[in-house]
């Protein structure tokens, strides 16, 4: 499986981003993909995920601002990230799991500064 991620940049604090990510490869094996991120100086942490039968879950700290969806492939996954805040400022990763492995993209920057 290969993951692409698109969608960073710089946003004003309050402000809104869409990140993207492409899945290709056997996607068929995918049973879970999540968005993880990772700031300059910290372990990378997971941010939200979404199973093959739709169950979602959030951090703590981006529950109301952040939404994880995807299409019925699994061949695309999203993060609509709204009301960003300076501390959300970190390369944010796509993992897609199977039964055998965990796969990442090459990640993409979000920094979120005035």
């Known amino acids: 499986v290969q993951l692409v991620e698109s969608g960073g940049g710089l946003v004003q604090p309050g402000g809104s981003l869409r990140l993207s990510c492409t899945a290709s490869?056997?996607?068929?094996?995918?049973?879970?993909m999540a968005w993880y991120r990772q700031a300059p100086g910290k372990e990378r942490e997971w941010v939200a995920g979404?199973?093959?039968?739709?169950?979602?879950n959030y951090a703590d700290g981006v529950k109301g601002r952040f939404t994880i969806s995807r299409d019925n492939a699994f061949s695309s996954l999203y993060l609509q990230m709204n009301s960003l805040k300076p501390d959300d400022t970190a390369v944010y990763y796509c993992?897609?799991?199977?039964?055998?492995?965990?796969?990442w993209g090459q990640g993409t920057q979000v920094t979120v500064s005035s």
């Open positions: 993992n897609a799991a199977t039964a055998r492995a965990s796969y």
């Open positions: 490869g056997h996607i068929f094996a995918i049973n879970g």
């Open positions: 979404i199973t093959i039968g739709g169950r979602i």
